[in-house]
C-alpha cells in the first residue's frame, strides 16, 4: 500500500532499486530525475564492464565470458578510472616548494595597480614605417636642388639628404578611445 501512495507502482526495478539506496544512505530529499540520472549513469557502467570483459574473453580465445574476465574488466575501470588524491604529505611537500619564492614585488600607487602598459591590450600594438624614396629619384632631386642651390649658402647648415632617406623613420599612434554614438 505505501508503494501506491508513493507513486512507486509504476517505476521500473532498477529504479526501485535505486530509490532503496537512496533511502538506505539517508536521501530524503531529491529531485525525480535523480533517480534517472543513476540508471544512466548505471546502465553505461554495466555496458562499458561487459563490453570490457568480452573483449578480453575474446583475446583469450574464450567461447563465453566468464566471471575472470568480468573481473578483470571492473578491475581495469576502478584503476583507470577513478583516481585516489595524493597523500597528504605529497601535497604538503609540493606546497612547501611553491611557497619558496616569493610573489613578484607589487607597485602600488593610489587606485587599482595595473601591469605595466606594455602588457595592456590598450598600448599602441602597432608602427607604421614611412617608406623612404627610391634611390635613383632621390639623386634626381638631389641634383635639382643643388642646381637651384645659392651659392652664397653654407652647405654645412643643411644634413645632407642621403643620410636623412637612409635613416628609417617609424611611428606608431595609440588608438584613440571608444566615442559615444550620437544619435
Excluded at 46 to 61: I, K, M
Excluded at 100 to 117: E, Q
Excluded at 120 to 136: C, D, E, G, K, V
Amino acid at each position: 500500500m505505501a508503494d501506491k501512495e508513493n507513486g512507486d507502482e509504476e517505476l521500473p526495478r532498477d529504479a526501485k532499486i535505486v530509490k532503496t539506496l537512496l533511502k538506505s544512505m539517508g536521501v530524503t530529499e531529491y529531485e525525480p530525475r535523480v533517480i534517472h540520472q543513476f540508471l544512466e549513469l548505471w546502465y553505461r557502467y554495466v555496458v562499458d564492464v561487459l563490453t570490457d570483459a568480452q573483449v578480453y574473453s575474446e583475446h583469450a580465445a574464450k567461447p563465453a565470458i566468464d566471471p575472470d574476465d568480468i573481473k578483470l574488466a571492473i578491475q581495469t575501470k576502478v584503476n583507470f578510472g577513478f583516481s585516489q588524491p595524493p597523500p597528504r604529505e605529497v601535497l604538503l611537500e609540493l606546497a612547501r616548494n611553491r611557497n619558496k619564492m616569493p610573489l613578484p614585488k607589487s607597485i602600488t600607487g593610489p587606485g587599482i595597480p595595473l601591469p605595466p602598459d606594455e602588457d595592456t591590450l590598450i598600448s599602441p600594438n602597432y608602427q607604421l614605417a614611412i617608406p623612404s624614396r627610391p634611390q635613383a629619384q632621390a639623386d634626381e632631386e638631389i641634383e635639382e636642388d643643388e642646381d637651384m642651390e645659392d651659392p652664397n649658402q653654407n652647405s654645412n647648415l643643411n644634413p645632407p639628404q642621403e643620410q636623412l632617406q637612409n635613416t628609417p623613420q617609424r611611428v606608431s599612434f595609440p588608438l584613440p578611445g571608444k566615442r559615444p554614438r550620437e544619435i
